[in-house]
């Protein structure tokens, strides 16, 4: 058999307002979870291992979270990379059967958090011993902090510098979240499902310059899971129909770009490239050959950021794709059908998962009416400050 691996199973809970619904965390994961395994037709005793993402709350979440679908004691490996936790969660269940380990390894994330904005300092002890300390204080050296949500102000001001290098607009900005929050309609497990205009986006009350309210995910509670398996297991138990491969998949972290001076490269647009130009490499296929791609619009800025970092169009023209109507449906790309994380929600540990799943419905057909027309390659994005960027490629299995 080859070493090529598969998803044959995708489940997610709705993503929910934090404290808007009495939930655990483990109830959340079970549900997912428990999505995941009847999407894919087989029993929890056939789960070999699992990699469990999230970012907030103690050790061993994982074997809690994983508990509730069985007491097998497989091996639970607990994943936190910010909010790239899911796609490493998942990148890990990967190798674990790429390397011959595993045939069937099941990849979970999830988040509880609290209502209201983000903090940014990662942790006890603030920006002098956080991860991202270094991170903000290159934005510091160049736009002064203010009375804002941290996340806001380094990706607000990732949007400013490019607006002051290349003359992007906060329209262009502002159509990213008209176009997501538009895709989220057809979303039932979006945690917004409302239609903005341009004028109700700019209108909104301001976060950070550029961003308005409407252009910024939110905080939220929800649950993500894939079963991840190898080829022998899709044949064994008759899952090709089914199947959709993860035909590469990469994980950059930060490099020495990301300190230098530049607001755009240190919220991640450096490795995000390198991991398009690596997944690409690996993979065979270009940006061209993708149809329909989930990536992480943590804000919008950073949509029309990534644009740019995987080669959808040049440094400082990712304005004017959005604007011509090349990432919607009738376009060249179809970007952030679910909603993004801006309508659909950003629950840290789940999102890189919920990604997935979005990009298996779509290659298997099951999207409804938010179905991408014969979408053949699938492409997920999604980044961590700190930092981490996964990029992965998928397509329907071919046996």
């Known amino acids: 058999m080859s070493d090529k691996v598969f998803i044959v199973g995708v489940g997610m809970t709705k993503f929910e307002k934090p404290e808007s619904k009495d939930w655990q965390y483990y109830d959340m994961a079970k549900e997912a979870g428990e999505k995941a395994l009847a999407d894919a037709g087989i ?20 074997q809690r979270a994983v508990y509730e679908l069985g007491l097998s004691g497989i091996p639970v490996y607990n994943v936190n990379n910010n909010c790239a936790t899911g796609s490493s969660a998942l990148m890990m269940a990967r190798q674990f059967v790429q390397g011959g380990l595993n045939d069937c390894v099941l990849a979970l994330g999830f988040e509880k958090m609290t209502k209201g904005a983000m903090g940014g300092d990662a942790g006890a002890g603030g920006f002098a011993t956080s991860p991202v300390g270094r991170h903000y204080g290159i934005m510091a050296a160049k736009y002064p902090f203010v009375m804002a949500p941290p996340t806001a102000q380094i990706f607000g001001n990732a949007g400013r510098e490019h607006m002051e290098r290349y003359g992007s607009t906060e329209e262009q900005f502002a159509l990213v979240a008209v176009k997501n929050h538009k895709h989220s309609v057809n979303n039932p497990y979006a945690q917004f499902q409302d239609e903005y205009s341009l004028e109700e986006i700019l209108g909104a009350r301001q976060i950070h310059e550029p961003l308005t309210k409407f ?33 590469a998949q990469t994980m950059t972290t930060d490099t020495a770009e990301a300190f230098d001076g530049s607001v755009i490269n240190v919220v991640g647009k450096p490795m995000s490239r390198l991991a398009g130009e690596q997944v690409f490499a690996a993979s065979g296929l270009t940006i061209d050959d993708v149809d329909v791609i989930e990536l992480h ?39 952030n059908p679910s909603g993004g994380l801006i309508s659909k929600g950003h629950p840290l540990g789940a999102t890189g ?47």
């Open 43 to 62: 029993a929890y005793d056939l789960v070999e291992q699992a990699a469990v993402g999230y970012c907030f709350g103690p050790s061993t979440q994982g």
């Open 215 to 247: 252009q910024c995910s939110p905080t939220s509670d929800g649950a993500a899971a894939a079963i991840v398996c190898s080829e022998r297991f899709v044949i064994e138990h008759g899952l090709q129909d089914q199947a959709v491969e993860i035909v």
């Open 297 to 335: 619009d943590c804000f919008s800025v950073n949509e029309i950021l990534t644009y740019e970092a995987l080669g959808m169009a040049p440094d400082g023209e990712g304005g004017k794709l959005i604007a011509e109507g090349a990432t919607t449906y009738g376009g060249k790309w179809v970007v």
């Open 353 to 399: 998962l919920a990604q997935a799943a979005e990009i298996s419905w779509q290659l298997r057909g099951l999207a409804d009416a938010r179905q991408v027309a014969d979408a053949k390659i699938g492409l997920t994005h999604n980044i961590g400050l700190g930092g981490a960027a996964v990029v992965g490629l998928y397509r329907r299995g071919q046996f």
